[in-house]
């Protein structure tokens, strides 16, 4: 059973247009959510974070969104690029509960068009 | 070292023999984890180390799977009687302590034929 879901496998996109990548998850007791960025042949790479006291957390190009009563979470990616082309992983944790241990998706592969 | 280092970045082997993998930490972070990646699936979870305490070996799928971590440093993971199911990508992470701020390594590519 998962607990974090990632249900689009694949998105395709053109440069300069917003990415919206999406998770779901279903334990309530997750509070602290990830989104990682891994390129073939390498480990994954932290990209942004956010707490489950927020909705919203910015980095440049890069926004998460915190719905907490739907268990969803999205990453925007705007503008697009095609260094951005890498496959996403979601993951959340349960730090209240002691749980340092982040459950993942299965991932979404993000291709940006020239 | 600079990052998360993972040794032998491929390794092919026959169905039934045993295999070592190794994963070097950043020095100076107290968790350490092991995750696989099998084809089409996401990150799944293997065991986790934190400072001297017990290791959370939670995630490890049978009694194959056994890991160590020798003087708080480098860990090493053992398959035992590997089996066609265990190829994967065998990736290691630490972090200072707790999930926020964790470094990968590039990762271990295990084939069993």
């Known amino acids: 059973d998962q607990q974090v879901k990632q249900n689009s496998p694949s998105l395709s996109v053109q440069e300069g247009r917003i990415s919206i990548l999406n998770c779901d998850y279903t334990?309530?007791?997750?509070?602290?959510f990830l989104w990682y960025k891994k390129y073939p042949a390498e480990g994954p790479t932290f990209l942004i974070s956010i707490s489950s006291i927020k909705d919203k957390n910015e980095d440049g190009r890069f926004t998460v969104f915190l719905n907490k009563s739907a268990k969803h979470l999205s990453l925007h990616i705007v503008p697009s690029q095609p260094g951005d082309s890498a496959v996403y992983f979601c993951a959340a944790s349960a730090e209240a509960g002691g749980s340092y241990i982040p459950t993942f998706g299965r991932g979404t592969s993000l291709i940006v068009h020239p | 070292g600079a990052g998360v280092s993972q040794s032998p970045s491929n390794k092919v082997t026959e169905k039934g023999k045993d295999v070592e993998l190794r994963c070097d930490p950043i020095?100076?972070?107290?968790?350490l984890y092991w995750y696989r990646q099998s084809l089409g699936q996401g990150l799944e979870f293997l065991i986790y180390?934190?400072?001297?305490?017990?290791?959370?070996k939670s995630g490890l799928p049978s009694d194959r799977f056994s890991a160590e971590r020798t003087g708080g440093s480098v860990s090493t993971l053992t398959i035992q009687r590997t089996q066609q199911e265990d190829s994967a990508v065998y990736l290691c992470?630490?972090?200072?302590?707790?999930?926020?701020?964790?470094?990968f390594g590039s990762g271990t590519r295990l084939t069993v034929v």
């Open positions: 180390f934190q400072g001297n305490s017990a290791p959370d």
């Open positions: 992470a630490s972090s200072e302590g707790g999930a926020r701020g964790y470094t």
């Open positions: 334990n309530s007791m997750f509070d602290y």
């Open positions: 020095s100076g972070h107290t968790a």
